[in-house]
């Protein structure tokens, strides 16, 4: 069975940081890229960072120098760093496992966790 995990996610004030975290089970872990998605209320849902089997990484422009995604294969987990935490940083995170194999494609979903940044 197939598992993402979110966790790390919280209420900071503006400025603040947090370490979100992905552990993943089920999968052949280190062959998968990764997104970091982001959903506010009323929004469409956003991808934030990539980091793909290989370990390049990809940004949205609204979190480029504040965001860092990163993998640890040997944990099965993925982490995104979030520095200077802004109140339009807040939403639900998630992450997604996605694979492509010849024609077939693989993509997971974990249930989230919630970023608030509020004064």
């Known amino acids: 069975q197939v598992q993402l995990v979110e966790s790390g996610g919280g209420l900071v004030q503006p400025g603040g940081s947090l370490r979100l975290s992905c552990a993943a089970s089920g999968i052949s872990f280190s062959r998968y890229t990764i997104d970091w998605f982001r959903q506010a209320p009323g929004n469409q849902r956003e991808l934030v960072a990539t980091?793909?089997?290989?370990?390049?990484?990809n940004y949205a422009d609204s979190v480029k120098g504040r965001f860092t995604i990163s993998r640890d294969n040997a944990k099965n987990t993925v982490y995104l760093q979030m520095n200077n935490l802004k109140p339009e940083d807040s939403a639900v995170y998630y992450c997604?496992?996605?694979?492509?194999?010849?024609?077939?494609?693989?993509?997971?979903w974990g249930q989230g966790t919630q970023v608030t940044i509020s004064s």
């Open positions: 997604n496992a996605v694979l492509s194999v010849t024609t077939i494609g693989y993509s997971y």
């Open positions: 980091i793909t089997s290989g370990g390049s990484t």
